[in-house]
């Protein structure tokens, strides 16, 4: 398993440009798959608009303490791009004023930007009706200033949506590296401790499943039927829902399906499950991905493929939701993970 | 012309058999698709029984399509060989059972 981002490996993958000469060439560019805009066309949904604006994710830095095979981010240890505060400070003049009811930060591990705290601190006076923390779990073991992070998300009132891509030890370290599974059941039983996930209560706790390989998930109630199961009677442990989230071709998943030779068959596979209901809730319809340093994405996916909004206002200093929500979103061959089966996006299904 | 018989790429075109018989191609993959329903057995044990008889049936497509689907089931790989040696098992029990025929044989023509 690799303990650096393709960035700091120099890998040709790292460049955004050469992502997007993959997903638009080889087996589309000879006409085997259809483009995604053709797929769009047909239902009359090319170009893709905006619906009402409800999500607002902000990526406070690409750094994290894990090196996962299939981040989309290629995020990791090596990586420096940290938002700022005066960044934070901008994004904040939009908390307060955005029509969104969905704060959602993100990272890397968004706690080690070092100022997260003070960030979570402001974002949540805002009184957005839900400010998710995306947390990764073994940050919370990872050092001792982090060891409190369960009762700094509960005073703030924080949706802790976090990652675990399987109920047994070995599926998880594959994906995530050696460890990362029992530091993510301890950090899951203190989240627990503090109330965290219980059955009727509001402090929400949701997992994120993601698929270690090159297949897509299976259906979002059965894995969280089976990881409930598993994770209560195995360790004890509560959560409430579990989202079921398709791998998108991009950064270091990609340059696994290539170097596994599993590219091809992976396109295969998520063309074969486009379901054309999935497009009318794909979450670029009502979100605004912000990056670490202020400038403004379709998604969270458009954002690590340098894809700008397709607006004049392309930047947090300068946010107006009116005039970003009329706008074409910027697509390509990666949206078919967003659009395969019962749909995916950072809060799971979408049909 | 592929210089081996079975080609990984030929189970994406495996719809295609339809092109040549509409309606009894259809009625399969209804059928099929039908089968492996939730119903008095779930899904997933279904996925388990497919992926021990494709090794009974010896049928490499079977293999990587319900491997695949047993992954994106969350099946363990533990689960996925216990499945694969019932199969074996009932196969090599199918063989060793026509022992008796032999014995009885062999004592019919014994004096």
Sequence with gaps: ?????????????????????????????????????????????FPLRPKKMEILQINVGYMC???????????????????????????????????????????????????????????AKAGIQDFIVRSNLTIIRANKKYYDLPKFFKKHNVHVVSSMPHYTRGKTDKQRGDGVFDKSIRALQELNAVGYGMPGQDLRL???????????????????KDFKKALDEDFGIQFHNLFAITNLPISR?????????????????????????????????????????????????????????????????????????DRNIIISQHCYGCTAGAGSSCQGTVI | MANTYYDAADLRKFGKITEWSEELGNKFFEYYGKVFEEGALSAREKS?????????????????????????????KEEMMEAVHAGAAIESGATLVHGVQMMNKYNKLSM
Excluded at chain 1, 19 to 44: M, R, S, T, V, W
Excluded at chain 1, 76 to 97: A, F, H, S, W, Y
Excluded at chain 1, 208 to 217: E, I, Q, R
Excluded at chain 1, 254 to 268: G, K, W
């Design chain 1, 253 to 325: 998943f990609l340059d696994y399906l290539i170097a596994s030779e599993n590219y091809e068959d992976y396109m295969y596979a998520l063309v074969e499950a486009y379901n054309s209901e999935a497009v009318e809730n794909v979450m670029c319809t009502n979100t605004i991905s912000v990056s670490w340093d202020g400038w403004l994405y379709d998604c969270d996916f458009n954002q690590m493929l340098g894809l700008k909004v397709a607006s004049k206002i392309k930047h947090i200093k300068d946010y107006n939701e009116d005039i970003l929500n």
């Design chain 2, 48 to 76: 388990l029984i497919a992926l021990a008889v494709a090794h009974v049936v010896k049928c490499p497509y079977c293999i990587d399509a319900y491997t695949k689907d047993g992954l994106q089931r969350g099946i363990t």
């Design chain 1, 1 to 45: 398993m690799a303990t650096k981002s393709l960035k700091a490996r120099q890998k040709d993958l790292a460049k955004t440009n050469k992502q997007l000469e993959i997903l638009n060439g080889g087996i589309f560019a000879e006409g085997e798959l259809p483009y995604f805009k053709d797929k769009l066309a047909n239902i009359g949904n």
């Design chain 1, 65 to 123: 303490n894990q090196v996962c095979e299939h981040c989309h981010v290629d995020a990791g240890p090596d990586r420096k791009e940290i938002m700022t505060r005066e960044t934070m400070e901008q994004c904040l003049d939009v908390i307060r004023n955005t029509g969104a009811h969905t704060l959602d930060l993100t990272g890397g591990a968004p706690e080690m930007n070092p100022n997260f705290r003070w960030f979570v601190e402001e974002a």
């Design chain 1, 206 to 224: 949701d997992l994120v499943y993601n698929p270690s390989g090159a297949y897509l998930p299976g259906d979002q109630a059965a894995l969280e």
